[in-house]
């Protein structure tokens, strides 16, 4: 499947990025159509309005060729997290339907949350957190998760993403190994997290291999140093997590994304040419580079350079990118074709069930 693809264009599979503003910026079109992106991030600042996302997604599905539909992303989990504005159905934090622990609720929930995001043209989630909230003095997961309970995270976290991937929207669960246990927040620094084997086995990666027994279609890795496993290096970059552990230990088969590589954990300490590189071999398969143009041609680079220079590198890429192409042929992005069928997608009556739930 890939053994055909220039190395521009292998590279460029791997690399999935961000941008500003709500039109498809001429430089970012132009590294679609090259296939020099595997696809787009979406934030708020991409989405003034639910109409214009539509339209947005549906340039980035024009701009991209057809051997290479583009991942859609964004991170709409609920509660604070979520980048959409009305009338996307707005989730509370999971941390209130752990409150209620219903399965059924939640992958209701999800079904209804899927579907609207299918219809505009999303076709990936960075949702459920499968991070355990075991840290009170957590400053980035917090509500953010089911709860302090492993098994309830897990029973949870499975109903999501089984209801999102009934929607049509691929489900990427987050942040593997876990970012329950720390006090710092991987956007402005790096945490470590100092538990053995033992207790990560009982506490933080239950509801990850319970997501991929579920046939979850991705997982993230987190920016966090996990002492017991690999010292001082970041999951990210940790070999012995993202493939020891994730793929041969858990048998997770989905896609794995990094988190974005431009997150102080990491772009303070190590450049992008080295991050994206490490991140690759370490087992990801994506990378997302979610701000600055310049930032993601410089990862491209630096993979392009070390496949040329490294053929086992390039069979990793190889391998990641026959996994994420697959992933992206099955479901990829399908922007309904007009905004009154998009209209026609909101205020279903499983969503307007799910927000009473909670109003009521």
């Excluded at 997501?211 to 290096?233: F, I, K, N, W």
Aim: glycine share 8%.
């Amino acid at each position: 499947m890939t053994a055909e693809l220039e190395l521009r264009e292998l590279c460029g599979q791997i690399v999935v990025g961000g941008f500003e503003g709500a039109e498809l910026p001429e430089d970012m079109r132009r590294a679609l159509s090259e296939g020099r992106r595997g696809g787009i991030i979406l934030f708020s600042r991409n989405a003034p309005d639910v109409e214009s996302v539509h339209e947005l997604c549906s340039k980035i599905v024009d701009a991209a060729r057809d051997e290479f539909p583009p991942y859609i992303g964004v991170d709409q989990e609920g509660g604070r997290v979520s980048r959409l504005p009305e009338p996307v159905l707005e989730l509370p934090a999971m941390r209130e339907f752990g409150k209620i622990g219903d399965p059924a609720l939640v992958k209701r929930a999800a079904l209804a949350l899927g579907r609207e995001l299918s219809a505009i043209g999303i076709n990936l989630d960075f949702a459920p957190v499968l991070d355990v909230d075991s840290n009170p003095e957590n400053p980035v997961i917090g509500d953010r998760s089911f709860g302090r309970d492993p098994d309830t995270v897990a029973r949870l976290g499975r109903a999501f993403i089984e209801g999102l991937q009934a929607g049509g929207v691929m489900a990427c669960g987050k942040h593997f190994p876990g970012h329950g246990d720390t006090t710092k927040d991987s956007h402005v620094d790096l945490p470590q997290v100092n538990h053995d084997k033992q207790r990560l086995d009982t506490v933080e990666l239950p509801p990850f291999r319970t997501a991929s027994l579920r046939g979850v279609q991705a997982m993230m890795s987190a920016h966090v140093v996990y002492q017991e496993l690999d010292p001082g290096r970041p999951a990210t970059l940790s070999r012995k997590i993202c493939t020891t552990l994730l793929r041969n230990e858990i048998g997770f088969k989905g896609v794995l994304f990094s988190d974005c590589l431009q997150m102080r954990a990491l772009s303070d300490r190590w450049p992008i040419e080295e991050t994206s590189v490490a991140a690759v071999r370490a087992g990801c398969d994506v990378l997302l580079v979610c701000h600055d143009f310049d930032v993601q041609e410089r990862a491209h680079a630096a993979l392009v350079a070390r496949a040329e220079a490294d053929p086992q590198f390039r069979a990793r890429c190889n391998d990641a990118v026959t996994r994420s192409l697959r992933a992206r042929r099955q479901q990829p992005p399908r922007p309904v074709p007009s905004r009154n069928a998009l209209a026609s997608v909101f205020g279903s009556d499983e969503a307007r069930a799910v927000v009473a739930t909670f109003k009521g």
